[in-house]
């Protein structure tokens, strides 16, 4: 324990343990918990409390206080953008442009990248291996271009949630004998969020079907005009199998990248992105990293979101050994402390020392706040926010049952816009609400609504931590009511679905007093008997209805929890096939 200080004024950093505060002011840390408990704090020695609260503790014991500078001041999370900004021009030179592939399932994405890389080997590289890393360069007129192999748009817009808007063109793969499908609209919306360049590859251009014309008109339906009818998309045809059109490909990459006249600066501490991470079993923590600004280099101390290291060891996409790393250049390094997150940003600090403050100064920060939910816009709080000037867009991610359905409320949504705030539906489809949908609403700061379709459980999940909302309807004119009132400050409290709980059907029997009973195995959360349910068959609503009953063996009980199985009885159901799965659900007030 610290002696008392002489000095009646003490200094408290922003966010401190109960120990370590009580160590400030020369007491116990049960003293210290004793004045918390009066003030209404429940706390142990080890726990983070924020400045505000220590320092009415430390009144009370007779103390003045200070805040204490925070020890991140000059590398704080912010501090990457904002030094973009103050970068001298003169000191700014050209970079490689950074692309990723998006599109649908099965139409080329892999093919693609992998037609790529083989340019490069043929054009001459040394030995011809490259180590998957999660991003490659290619070289084309004497100028590098960086692909990110991601596995498709939902890595992409979960970077882009982090912060990190690490692309500078999409291109979007679709198959000229396929067209339009379901997850190229889904590509298309969350590269249009994210506001970059798109070039769209039309692969598959040897097939007996191929038809690239009827796949340029397809686009048009979803705001992507090719310059053959007009616009200003470049299209280009390709064969990831024979090779066709590759070289072309590359060369619009250029043409893109010229006009974007991307620069960064290379002569300062460099910040990056992770792409990808693991744990390898003999090198420990690795990360696949592309920086972004500055130059990374062999030995640089890091700070990468709540842990910390310094570079042993920088490999490039081919596996070699390497001592820097520029701008917009792919790189694994090893030396972090832990496994970082795909999207985290990469801070070069000075010294190792620093790099242990900052992340502690993160790490306590995010304690002292982490109660504090994030403030996703919502309709309860938009006329607030539009009141304040905050909020010029609302951004809709819409899913429907029916795609009549989605275009009626999409287009009456859009007519809801007003002088002080824009109704934009960034993505509409037909299906249940999935993790893509929120991770689209997370990085665009957007809400959802759900009409007569249902939420994916992980999807729910998501939502509940990240704060996006997401709203559930079944009639049209409530949805455009509901957004409407938002908009005028008028909200009244609404209900939304809750799921209790997931049931899957395993077995059937038949019972003379009970008719069906599905055997089932409770995949999460719990059932219990009077619920309502929904029946799903192949992730499509058969019937929604009541529980009537549920057994363990042969007792009727009231609930079952996750892990155990059980006997379902329905009301007016029992036509349960195997893999039929059963949601349990009650309605609850949101607002």
Same mark, same amino acid.
């Given at each position: 324990?610290?002696a008392?200080?002489?000095?009646?004024?003490?200094?408290?950093?922003?966010?401190?343990?109960?120990?370590?505060? @009580?160590?400030?002011v020369?007491?116990?840390?049960?003293?210290?918990?004793?004045r918390?408990?009066?003030?209404?704090?429940?706390?142990?020695?080890?726990?983070?409390?924020?400045?505000d609260t @220590?320092?009415?503790?430390?009144?009370? =014991?007779?103390?003045?206080?200070?805040?204490?500078?925070? #020890?991140? #001041?000059a590398v704080?999370?912010?501090a990457?953008e904002?030094?973009?900004i103050?970068?001298?021009?003169?000191?700014?030179?050209?970079?490689?442009?950074?692309v990723?592939?998006?599109?649908?399932v099965d139409?080329?994405?892999?093919?693609?990248?992998?037609?790529?890389?083989?340019?490069r080997v043929a054009?001459?590289?040394?030995?011809?291996?490259?180590?998957?890393?999660?991003?490659y !360069?290619?070289?084309?007129g004497g100028?590098?271009?960086?692909?990110?192999d991601?596995? &498709?748009?939902?890595?992409?817009?979960?970077?882009?949630?982090?912060g990190?808007?690490?692309?500078?063109?999409?291109i979007? /793969?679709?198959?000229?004998?396929? *067209?339009v499908?379901?997850?190229?609209?889904?590509a298309?919306?969350?590269?249009?969020?994210a506001?970059?360049?798109i070039?769209v590859?039309?692969?598959k251009?040897?097939?007996?079907?191929?038809?690239?014309d009827?796949v340029? !008109?397809?686009?048009?339906?979803?705001?992507? /005009?090719?310059?053959d009818?007009?616009?200003d998309?470049?299209?280009?045809?390709?064969?990831?199998?024979?090779?066709?059109?590759l @070289?072309d490909?590359?060369e619009?990459?250029?043409?893109?990248?010229?006009?974007?006249?991307?620069?960064?600066?290379?002569?300062r501490?460099?910040?990056?992105?992770?792409?990808?991470?693991?744990?390898?079993?003999?090198?420990?923590?690795?990360?696949?990293?592309l920086?972004?600004?500055?130059?990374?280099r062999?030995?640089?101390?890091?700070?990468v979101?709540?842990?910390?290291?310094?570079?042993?060891?920088?490999?490039?996409?081919?596996?070699?050994?390497?001592?820097?790393a520029?701008?917009?250049?792919p790189?694994?390094i090893m030396?972090?402390?832990?496994?970082?997150e795909?999207?985290e940003r990469?801070?070069?600090?000075?010294d190792?020392?620093?790099?242990?403050?900052?992340?502690?100064?993160?790490?306590?920060?995010?304690?002292a706040?982490? !109660?504090t939910?994030h403030?996703?816009?919502?309709l309860?709080?938009?006329?607030n926010?539009?009141?304040?000037?905050?909020?010029?867009? =609302?951004i809709?991610?819409?899913?429907?049952?029916?795609?009549g359905? #989605?275009e009626a409320?999409?287009?009456?949504?859009?007519r809801?816009?007003?002088?002080e705030v824009?109704?934009k539906?960034?993505?509409?489809?037909t *299906?249940?609400v999935?993790d893509?949908?929120v991770?689209?609403?997370?990085a665009?700061? &957007?809400?959802?609504?759900?009409?007569?379709t249902?939420?994916d459980?992980s999807?729910?999940?998501?939502s509940?931590?990240?704060?996006?909302?997401?709203?559930?309807?079944?009639?049209?004119?409530?949805v =455009?009511?509901?957004v409407?009132?938002? $908009? !005028?400050?008028?909200?009244e409290?609404?209900?939304q679905t809750?799921?209790?709980g997931h049931?899957?059907?395993?077995?059937?029997?038949k019972?003379?007093?009970?008719g069906?009973i599905a055997?089932?195995?409770v995949?999460?959360?719990?059932?219990?008997?009077?619920s309502? /349910?929904?029946?799903?068959?192949?992730n499509?609503? $058969?019937?929604?209805?009541?529980?009537?009953?549920?057994?363990?063996?042969?007792?009727?009980?009231?609930?079952?929890?996750t892990?155990?199985?059980?006997?379902?009885?329905?009301?007016?159901?029992?036509?349960?096939?195997?893999?039929? /799965?059963?949601?349990?659900i009650?309605?609850?007030?949101?607002?």
């Amino acid at each position: 324990m610290t002696a008392k200080p002489t000095s009646q004024v003490v200094s408290i950093p922003r966010a401190l343990t109960v120990k370590e505060l @009580a160590d400030l002011v020369g007491v116990t840390p049960i003293e210290v918990i004793k004045r918390l408990m009066t003030n209404g704090v429940m706390a142990n020695q080890n726990q983070t409390i924020d400045y505000d609260t @220590a320092a009415i503790i430390a009144v009370e =014991l007779g103390f003045d206080t200070e805040e204490e500078p925070a #020890a991140e #001041a000059a590398v704080a999370p912010a501090a990457v953008e904002e030094e973009e900004i103050h970068d001298d021009p003169a000191s700014l030179k050209p970079r490689p442009p950074v692309v990723t592939i998006l599109g649908h399932v099965d139409h080329g994405k892999t093919s693609l990248l992998d037609a790529l890389r083989k340019t490069r080997v043929a054009a001459g590289e040394a030995g011809g291996i490259t180590q998957h890393i999660g991003a490659y !360069q290619v070289e084309m007129g004497g100028k590098l271009i960086t692909f990110i192999d991601t596995p &498709g748009h939902a890595a992409f817009t979960a970077m882009r949630a982090r912060g990190a808007q690490v692309t500078d063109i999409a291109i979007l /793969v679709v198959a000229a004998d396929d *067209g339009v499908m379901p997850q190229t609209i889904e590509a298309i919306n969350h590269a249009l969020a994210a506001g970059v360049p798109i070039i769209v590859a039309i692969n598959k251009i040897d097939m007996p079907a191929a038809n690239p014309d009827r796949v340029k !008109q397809q686009l048009t339906e979803h705001n992507i /005009v090719v310059e053959d009818f007009g616009g200003d998309v470049i299209a280009v045809p390709v064969s990831a199998t024979r090779g066709d059109g590759l @070289a072309d490909l590359l060369e619009s990459i250029n043409l893109v990248a010229e006009v974007g006249e991307l620069k960064a600066n290379p002569d300062r501490a460099a910040s990056a992105v992770v792409i990808e991470a693991e744990l390898d079993s003999s090198r420990g923590p690795i990360a696949t990293v592309l920086v972004q600004s500055g130059t990374l280099r062999q030995g640089d101390a890091l700070v990468v979101g709540e842990t910390s290291g310094k570079v042993k060891a920088m490999f490039n996409d081919r596996g070699e050994r390497i001592r820097e790393a520029p701008p917009a250049f792919p790189a694994v390094i090893m030396g972090l402390e832990s496994v970082p997150e795909a999207g985290e940003r990469i801070r070069a600090v000075a010294d190792e020392r620093l790099a242990r403050q900052v992340v502690e100064e993160r790490r306590r920060r995010r304690e002292a706040v982490e !109660q504090t939910a994030h403030a996703h816009v919502n309709l309860d709080t938009l006329f607030n926010e539009i009141s304040t000037g905050k909020l010029k867009e =609302l951004i809709i991610i819409l899913k429907a049952d029916v795609r009549g359905s #989605a275009e009626a409320i999409k287009a009456s949504l859009e007519r809801l816009s007003n002088a002080e705030v824009k109704v934009k539906i960034i993505h509409s489809a037909t *299906g249940p609400v999935s993790d893509s949908d929120v991770m689209l609403a997370e990085a665009s700061n &957007g809400i959802i609504i759900a009409f007569n379709t249902r939420i994916d459980p992980s999807a729910k999940k998501r939502s509940d931590v990240s704060g996006v909302e997401i709203r559930s309807y079944a009639i049209i004119y409530q949805v =455009l009511e509901d957004v409407e009132k938002a $908009l !005028q400050g008028m909200l009244e409290p609404v209900f939304q679905t809750v799921i209790d709980g997931h049931a899957e059907v395993r077995q059937l029997f038949k019972s003379s007093r009970l008719g069906g009973i599905a055997g089932c195995f409770v995949t999460d959360g719990t059932l219990r008997r009077g619920s309502n /349910v929904r029946v799903l068959r192949n992730n499509q609503e $058969l019937t929604r209805t009541r529980c009537e009953g549920l057994k363990r063996f042969a007792d009727d009980v009231r609930e079952v929890q996750t892990g155990y199985e059980c006997g379902v009885v329905l009301s007016n159901f029992d036509k349960f096939l195997d893999g039929d /799965v059963i949601e349990f659900i009650h309605e609850e007030r949101v607002s």
